[in-house]
């Protein structure tokens, strides 16, 4: 199926596909009225042929004529069928065909779902984000996924639309209704005291409604927890505890960094001649692992092409299989779309970015894994995970995933940082910067824990990076990887 929302990319396509749309619709219309308009002359010359031949009453008589008209119904029963059956017009409809996953319930269901996690991670109320038709969609959805706080806060924000806007088409009150009392069974709310909404009297609706809803937000998370009276902390509650929501509040509110002795900027020439008169602008962020960021060191051109390189090959981002083996599509812990690189694009004007690579952070690329692009889409996020992989696992060829080097491709915000929740650290990388950290430790190779760190999730706007993972082998380090054996 089409995920749409997926990228930037893709929502981009998916309006390029609907103005396609809109173009197939002018041009199915445009040849409707020609069509129309060629039955009605058709149909008038017929008429004129008839009125002709009636005048000679003595047509029937003359067989030759009788003849005449036979032929002549025939020909006008195909010319007309011909009109009716609309062939022309059918033809231009089949560019819509085509593009039948454009009208699948699933695009909205899964930009349903991001949403809502956005809400869920963000702790953002319905009556921020709500349109009215909307509103009712977002509550269908959440009733048909088991998710009765969703039904709630969304039917109701609905049902508020409903009031203070009229009723548009699209607000049912019987139809809110149900949902209301269906799922406040399922959160607990003892809806049982009050009276049975029915009847087709939307004034009575309004004096219930209003009971009901107030109500309902004084008695709703009775079951959940005792003092708790607001659907917000509802919101606050699912985002857990421990580091999603140490990563929740980096995302949401950033941090304020002090300088401590470790937070210095230079320029740095690494000892390279050549660096002298264009020295890397180097920040750093943390010791422990170290983190750093590079700024400038991705140029517009360069950003350009990448971007180019990337746009038609998409893929949508999947996550490492629990066993290591496969890779599967889980939204819930990354959603975005992905391209690797590949040596079949040969792009030269990478080899400059490896030798730039090596320069900054001292290590090989030799042994690193292709290019990642990546592009965020709709709630596009990345939780919070470690790049090295568990060493039974994946590090056969090269050993393991030594350092990240991430390249912004875009300015980003707040819900866009790369967030370290076990640090308490957000990396304030601008579009041209690289971020680069150590996921293992540099004495033994063993998983640095507090490396681990995920992209928050996108409120807006248009994230892309760029990753390149290098690897542990033919870097200089005090342990040998493949026997396990330290050096130094
Ligand atoms: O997008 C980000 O900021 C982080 C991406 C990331 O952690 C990864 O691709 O492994
Ligand atoms: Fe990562």
């Not at 000679?56 to 059956?85: P, R, S």
């Not at 998710?147 to 806060?153: I, K, Q, T």
Request: glycine share 4%; with cysteine.
């Amino acid at each position: 199926i089409q995920r749409w929302h997926t990228s930037q990319i893709m929502l981009t396509k998916l309006y390029d596909v609907q103005n396609d749309h809109f173009n197939v619709l002018d041009n199915y219309a445009n040849l409707e009225t020609k069509r129309l308009e060629e039955l009605k002359n058709y149909v008038a010359a017929v008429y004129e042929w008839r009125d002709n031949i009636k005048t000679k009453k003595q047509f029937l008589h003359d067989h030759m004529d009788v003849f005449k008209v036979m032929t002549q119904m025939l020909q006008h029963y195909f010319q007309i069928d011909d009109l009716i059956k609309n062939k022309k017009s059918l033809e231009a409809f089949k560019d819509i065909d085509e593009h039948k996953d454009l009208s699948g319930e699933h695009i909205v269901l899964l930009a349903h779902r991001a949403l809502r996690r956005l809400q869920l991670f963000y702790a953002i109320p319905a009556s921020d984000m709500s349109a009215a038709c909307e509103c009712c969609v977002m509550a269908k959805y959440c009733l048909e996924g088991n998710d009765p706080y969703g039904v709630l806060d969304w039917a109701v924000e609905a049902y508020g639309k409903w009031e203070s806007e009229g009723r548009p088409e699209c607000v049912d009150p019987d139809i809110l209704n149900y949902y209301i009392v269906s799922s406040s069974v399922y959160t607990g709310f003892n809806f049982m005291n009050l009276i049975i909404l029915s009847g087709p009297n939307y004034q009575e609706y309004t004096e219930k409604f209003e009971r009901y809803y107030r109500l309902m937000k004084n008695e709703l998370f009775e079951l959940e927890k005792e003092s708790t009276t607001d659907i917000m902390e509802v919101y606050e509650y699912s985002i857990g505890h421990g580091y999603m929501k140490d990563f929740r509040n980096l995302c949401k509110h950033g941090v304020s960094r002090t300088l401590t002795k470790y937070s210095k900027c230079r320029y740095q020439t690494n000892n390279l001649f050549y660096r002298i008169l264009m020295p890397f602008k180097e920040e750093d962020i943390n010791s422990e692992p170290l983190i750093k960021i590079y700024h400038d060191v991705l140029y517009d051109d360069e950003i350009l092409k990448i971007k180019t390189l990337a746009l038609e090959n998409m893929k949508d981002a999947t996550v490492k299989s629990v066993d290591g083996k496969g890779d599967s599509l889980i939204e819930k812990t990354r959603s975005g779309q992905v391209y690797w690189i590949s040596k079949v694009d040969a792009v030269e004007y990478l080899d400059a970015l490896d030798t730039r690579i090596e320069s900054f952070t001292g290590f090989s690329t030799k042994t690193a894994e292709q290019y990642q692009i990546v592009n965020y889409g709709l709630g596009g996020h990345y939780l919070p995970h470690h790049d090295s992989f568990a060493k039974a696992i994946n590090c056969l060829q090269f050993g393991n995933r030594l350092v990240t080097v991430l390249f912004y491709l875009t300015d980003v915000q707040n819900d866009g940082y790369t967030s370290f929740p076990l640090l308490n650290i957000i990396a304030p990388a601008e579009k041209g910067a690289a971020l680069v950290w150590n996921n293992l430790h540099m004495s033994n190779g063993q998983k640095f824990y507090e490396s681990l760190h995920g992209s928050c999730p996108l409120l807006k706007g248009n994230k892309w990076i760029m990753t390149r993972w290098l690897y542990e082998e033919g870097q200089h380090l005090p342990y040998d990887w493949k026997n396990n054996v330290q050096i130094i």
